[in-house]
């Protein structure tokens, strides 16, 4: 797996060839541009695509020859969980909610609901704002612990599992996590039901599941209920059937 401490060497091994090259061949000292280029390449990848773990490790699959998990970001909603509680009710199905802190506050008996149902609750950050990849580690925790608070007030526990806000992760992050003790869990298989919610393109798209998988939904999605209603179906279809996250992994899911 690719991750920051290999690019670190690979690039630590280009600047001594330069290095040897300008010595012994006199070729121009411009060539050690590429390796900062590489790294800022790297750096922006790895930051966006969390299935990478480039800075650390996240739990983006499980282990299984037959089940999935289903995960929900950026609720509670007070129009969409609701019904989203209820499709999965219907299909015996256990999903993960990763909630956002104000919002949890704004609907605490949404999140305690979907607890109630079985559902793990996980946290989401407090504010989740477009600016949260660049939070110090001191305040992601302030902001993460925040979140943490705002749910045990609800629920008389505290998440273990976190999802980054839009995936993002960096090494303040790791700081963050490792301090605050918590799991990371990123996704395997994004349905993008925040780009196009078309039921019939998202089918195509999530016909892509596999066993093992970790599915991102978002429960602020207008008709996402159906869209999931769908896929439940069509995975059982393919024999795929759905794992609470703390059982497949084998973690207490709350502290």
């Known amino acids: 797996m690719l991750k920051l401490k290999y690019i670190l060497l690979l690039v630590t091994i280009i600047i001594l060839i330069i290095t040897g090259l300008v010595i012994s061949l006199d070729i121009s000292p411009a060539w050690y541009i590429l390796p900062g280029l590489i790294i800022m390449f790297f750096t922006i990848l790895g930051s966006f695509r969390i299935d990478m773990s480039f800075y650390f490790d996240v739990i983006c699959k499980i282990k299984s020859d037959d089940r999935i998990i289903l995960t929900f970001d950026d609720g509670p909603d007070k129009i969409i969980t609701p019904k989203l ?4 009710k219907k299909n015996n199905v256990k999903a993960a909610f990763f909630v956002i802190g104000w919002k949890t506050e704004m609907y605490p008996e949404l999140v305690k609901k979907a607890y109630d149902d079985g559902h793990i609750i996980g946290n989401h950050s407090y504010c989740h704002k477009n600016s949260y990849g660049f939070y110090t580690s001191g305040k ?9 608070e705002t749910i045990k007030k609800i629920l008389g526990v505290k998440p273990v599992f976190f999802r980054p806000p839009f995936g993002v992760t960096n090494p303040n992050m790791e700081s963050a996590l490792k301090k605050l003790k918590l ?69 207490k899911a709350y502290v």
């Open 140 to 148: 992601l925790v302030a902001d993460i612990e925040k979140s943490g």
């Open 85 to 88: 509680l209820e499709v999965l």
């Open 183 to 251: 799991i990371p869990v990123g996704w395997s298989l994004r349905s993008l039901d925040t780009v196009n919610n078309h039921r019939e393109k998202l089918a195509e798209k999530l016909s892509k599941v596999k066993p093992g998988d970790i599915v991102l939904f978002h429960d602020r999605v207008e008709g996402i209920d159906l869209i999931v209603d769908d896929f439940i179906k069509a995975a059982r279809l393919k024999k795929i059937e759905f794992a609470g996250l703390d059982e497949a992994l084998k973690t």
